[in-house]
C-alpha cells in the first residue's frame, strides 16, 4: 500500500509522528472500506464570558470533548442506517475513523478549535449533503453531534460554529490502484496541515492530537 506523499511544506515544520498516525488511519479505513470517503472540518467553540449576572453562553468543555463529538456522531450514524434498513433500502455498514487535532492562535484568540478528518464507507456515504438547508445527512449530523458534545441546542445561531472548508470530500479506492495513489497524496498534501507545528499547544494534561485506533 502506498506510503509515499507530498507536504505542503508551506506549513513547515511539521509533527512527523501526526503525520504516521494520519497516515495509519487512512490504511486502516481503506483496508475496512476499499472504497472510502474522507471529510474535513472544523470545530470550534463559542465566545463564553461573564456578563454580570449570568454567563452570555454556558458550554461543556470538559476532559472528553472530543471523544464526546466521536460517539455522538457514531450513534447518528447507525441510528440513520438502521432507521434506511428498517425501511427496506439497501444499508452498507460503515465504520467511522476519525483524527483530530487541537490548536489555539495566540495571534486571534486563546479559544481552541479543532481540525478534523472523518473517514467513512463510501458506499453508504458519498459526502457531505446539503449542508445549508433542512436535509437530514453527513452534514447535519457532524453539526448536531458537535453541538451535542458542547450540551448546545441545535439552533440556527451555532451552527457557524462547524465549519467545512472548500472542497471538504476525498474519495479513496484502493482497488484502483492508479487512482488511489493520485487520492492519496492529495489527501496527505491537505492532511499536513494538521500536523503543522505552529499553533499547537502541548500539554500533559490534556491530548493536542487524537484519531481511531484501528
Request: aromatic letters at 12%; hydrophobic letters at 35%; charged letters at 20%.
Amino acid at each position: 500500500m502506498n506510503n509515499i506523499y507530498t507536504l505542503n511544506m508551506g506549513h513547515a515544520p511539521f509533527n512527523t509522528h501526526y503525520l504516521h498516525r494520519l497516515s495509519n488511519v487512512i490504511h486502516n479505513a481503506v483496508r475496512e472500506h476499499p472504497r472510502t470517503t474522507a471529510i474535513r472540518v472544523d470545530l470550534h467553540v463559542p465566545d463564553y464570558k461573564d456578563t454580570g449576572d449570568s454567563i452570555s453562553c454556558i458550554i461543556d468543555m470538559n476532559k472528553g470533548l472530543m471523544s464526546r463529538f466521536i460517539e455522538a456522531l457514531d450513534s447518528r450514524i447507525q441510528t440513520f442506517l438502521k432507521s434506511k434498513s428498517k425501511n427496506g433500502m439497501r444499508v452498507y455498514p460503515c465504520h467511522l475513523r476519525y483524527a483530530w487535532v487541537k490548536e489555539i492562535d495566540k495571534d486571534k484568540s486563546d479559544k481552541p478549535h479543532w481540525h478534523v478528518v472523518l473517514f467513512l464507507n463510501k458506499d453508504a456515504f458519498l459526502g457531505l449533503g446539503d449542508y445549508t438547508g433542512n436535509d437530514y445527512n453527513v452534514a447535519s449530523m457532524i453539526q448536531a453531534a458537535w453541538l451535542s458534545a458542547l450540551k448546545l441546542p441545535l439552533a440556527t445561531e451555532y451552527l457557524t460554529l462547524i465549519h467545512f472548508p472548500d472542497k471538504p470530500c476525498y474519495h479513496l479506492n484502493i482497488n484502483n490502484p492508479p487512482a488511489y495513489s493520485e487520492s492519496y497524496n492529495s489527501l496527505m498534501y491537505r492532511l499536513s496541515y494538521l500536523a503543522k507545528e505552529r499553533t499547537k499547544v502541548y500539554s500533559n494534561e490534556e491530548r493536542s492530537f487524537g484519531c481511531s485506533q484501528s
